[in-house]
């Protein structure tokens, strides 16, 4: 071998090494704090009478949208940890969630010094159940000729997410092809009137749910997706991630169907709202 | 066996190395390629999970004007945190590093072997700082041997 090769070599070498990874993060601080995505007044769907059914698809399956002719969105969650407000009775309380030690001692922290700290505060996209809990809604568009379903987002950077219906395997964690990803990649199927969603392939740069519980690259996500009635869906969601939790635990929360715009106008649209990633304005305007 | 090579307009003689020499040189390479591939590996870890895991940039010394870089390069995998430090040709892997959440006090122990063959233990005692920030940092003590000095640390963003 030449001293060329050997040069050669030894240069790609360093530029690989010198490359930025593709999960790196390339968030700057923005304006933070309940200030991004904080829901506008009277927001909602007005006086509540008795539910409609629940909407279905010509094949009988459940439409998680709005039917034909129709309009709205799916309002802001609740918590998968504790059972007020919107959560879900059987949801386990913060005491009892399999934390690993490191994991309870994070969230405690989190916990402490409030929002400050949260990506999504920086308008980075929120994965997992945070994506249910953002002000300015969410809409299920299904796509049967594409086998997938799309779930939009109004809040945070306004972002999307699929989830294949067509009998795909979720991608290995070990796959070096793999690029973990905000939203992860899902997977789903219809047991009887539930959308059972499996997801893994998460990045570790946003918090998981509403307050940082923390979760690990090995986060592994099985939701549930069921509409009662036509004003009312049901979130329920298993946590798996071995690095941050002793065991899996599931929790869940309802989101009620908003029929105004996020303001309270008539429309029943996800209006638009756009927050930023790098916006490094705000806090000098007067 | 020689050939003449134009670099920026000169005229550079080169002679093939030995044998030895390119054995050296290619084994180098390799494991330049190793270690680079390695320390991306890491650096596409966790900002937001476990709060070792990642690249920390600092140094330590003695004082205010004699300092020494120092890279640490972290991983978790669900039990043990383990990792290296600088990484590279002089790269040292820890032989154990300790957690204690609640303080998020942190140990990272080593034992590089020197030139000479001879062991000097390293031992670095911090704590996290502004855990929850994603630019958090190591804050402590350095010690190798008899050397002994402050140490501070970033994660890498």
């Known amino acids: 071998m030449t001293r060329a090769w050997v040069t050669a070599f030894g240069a790609i070498a360093l530029f690989w090494s010198l490359l930025p990874a593709p999960t790196i993060a390339q968030d700057t601080p923005g304006p933070a704090g309940r200030g991004v995505g904080t829901p506008g007044p009277g927001r909602g769907r007005g006086a509540r009478g008795p539910s409609k059914p629940t909407p279905r698809w010509a094949d009988g399956h459940v439409n998680l949208g709005a039917p034909a002719g129709g309009s709205g969105f799916w309002g802001g969650g609740g918590s998968i940890v504790g059972k007020r407000g919107s959560s879900l009775p059987t949801n386990p309380e913060v005491g009892e969630v399999p934390f690993q030690p490191w994991a309870k001692a994070l969230y405690e922290a989190r916990l402490k010094v409030g929002d400050k700290d949260d990506p999504h505060a920086r308008c980075l996209p929120p994965g997992g159940p945070r994506q249910f809990q953002t002000p300015n809604g969410f809409e299920f568009i299904e796509q049967p000729e594409r086998k997938r379903i799309t779930i939009i987002f109004g809040g945070g950077p306004r972002s999307w997410r699929f989830i294949y219906l067509d009998g795909r395997p979720l991608p290995k964690l070990d796959d070096l092809d793999l690029i973990p990803t905000y939203f992860g990649y899902s997977t789903g199927r219809w047991e009887g009137d539930t959308l059972v969603v499996d997801s893994t392939g998460y990045n570790e740069k946003f918090w998981f749910h509403r307050g940082g519980l923390p979760h690990t690259d090995a986060l592994h996500l099985t939701e549930r997706f069921s509409r009662p009635d036509y004003d009312t869906l049901k979130y329920e969601v298993t946590v798996d991630d071995p690095k941050a939790y002793t065991k899996p635990w599931t929790g869940g929360f309802t989101v009620p169907w908003t029929y105004t715009n996020w303001d309270g106008s008539p429309g029943g649209e996800i209006h638009e709202y756009l927050c930023q990633d790098n916006e490094r304005d705000y806090s000098r305007l007067r | ?157």
């Open chain 2, 1 to 157: 066996m020689s050939a003449i090579t134009h670099v920026c307009g000169e005229h550079v003689t080169s002679q093939s190395p030995n044998p030895k020499t390119q054995i050296t040189r290619v084994a180098f390479a390799i494991a330049l390629l190793v270690v680079s591939g390695v320390s991306r590996t890491f650096v596409a870890h966790a900002q937001e999970g476990h709060p070792l895991v990642g690249t920390w940039h600092g140094t330590w010394g003695p004082n205010a004007t004699d300092r020494h870089d120092v890279t640490l390069v972290l991983e978790f995998d669900g039990k043990a945190i383990a990792g290296m430090m600088n990484p590279g040709l002089d790269a040292v892997r820890f032989d154990k590093i300790t957690l204690e959440p609640s303080t998020w006090s942190v140990r990272f122990e080593a034992t590089p072997k020197q030139a000479a063959g001879k062991a000097t233990p390293i031992v670095i005692d911090a704590k996290i700082e502004d855990v929850t920030n994603r630019r958090r940092s190591l804050v402590g003590t350095f010690t190798q041997g008899t050397s002994k000095g402050d140490f501070k640390a970033s994660r890498d963003d």
